[in-house]
T-cell receptor, first 112, second 114 residues
């Protein structure tokens, strides 16, 4: 199984809401990633978790809060977002030793 | 820091035409190289990858890419495109060893006309 799943597929939220994005993989990968992709742009790395610990934070605003509760799950908690945060949020996973990353279908987020 | 350049932003081809998409990277050390494809409405999928060894790598759906170290290039090729190849293509690079940030190029939108 080389699948990364993400829920929800679409999310509309107001600027005062709190919501969470979820990502799951069962490939035994111990590195998991959050990317943000704006329309017609390449994905941009936000966070990397390795062995359930935050390893890389690409200077992401604190209104985005990642969490890795276990080796298969990755969450992204959202609070007080801005309209410019509207984008496709992609989760990916890989072996900790490196190699290719497997991407989920993404959550399309709209902030109103 | 590594960077990736894709010079073709939008390519329009007729079916059966040959394809070559350019990719150049900027990083002095050893790199892993990837081509990802994003079909309309679908998620990013790996087309092919280069870690080491034979610089000519073959991927899925008849795609291949050649790593030319002296030119810092990793161009994607396909001898005969199909309408179903219409998609966005991203070249990407990361450093070997451990979980590493993948840096993507700006992407090339390929449109194949039947």
């Amino acid at each position: 199984d080389t699948e990364v799943t993400q829920t929800p597929k679409h999310l509309v939220m107001g600027m005062t809401n709190k919501k969470s994005l979820k990502c799951e993989q069962h490939m035994g990968h111990r590195a998991m990633y959050w990317y943000k992709q704006k329309a017609k742009k390449p994905p941009e790395l936000m966070f990397v978790y390795s062995y359930e610990k935050l390893s890389i934070n690409e200077s992401v605003p604190s209104r985005f809060s990642p969490e890795c509760p276990n080796s298969s799950l990755l969450n992204l908690h959202l609070h007080a977002l801005q309209p410019e945060d509207s984008a496709l949020y992609l989760c990916a996973s890989s072996q900790v030793s490196g190699g290719e990353q497997y991407f989920g279908p993404g959550t399309r987020l709209t902030v109103t | 820091a590594q960077s990736v350049s894709q010079h073709n932003h939008h390519v329009i081809l007729s079916e059966a035409a040959s394809l070559e998409l350019g990719c150049n990277y900027s990083y002095g050390g050893t790199v892993n190289l990837f081509w990802y494809v994003q079909y309309p409405g679908q998620h990013l999928q790996l087309l092919l990858k280069y870690f080491s060894g034979d610089p000519l790598v073959k991927g899925i759906k008849g795609f291949e890419a050649e790593f030319i170290k002296s030119k810092f290039s990793f161009n994607l090729r396909k001898p005969s495109v199909q309408w179903s190849d219409t998609a966005e293509y991203f070249c990407a690079v990361n450093r070997p060893g451990g979980y590493q940030k993948v840096t993507f190029g700006t992407g090339t939108k390929l449109q194949v006309i039947p």
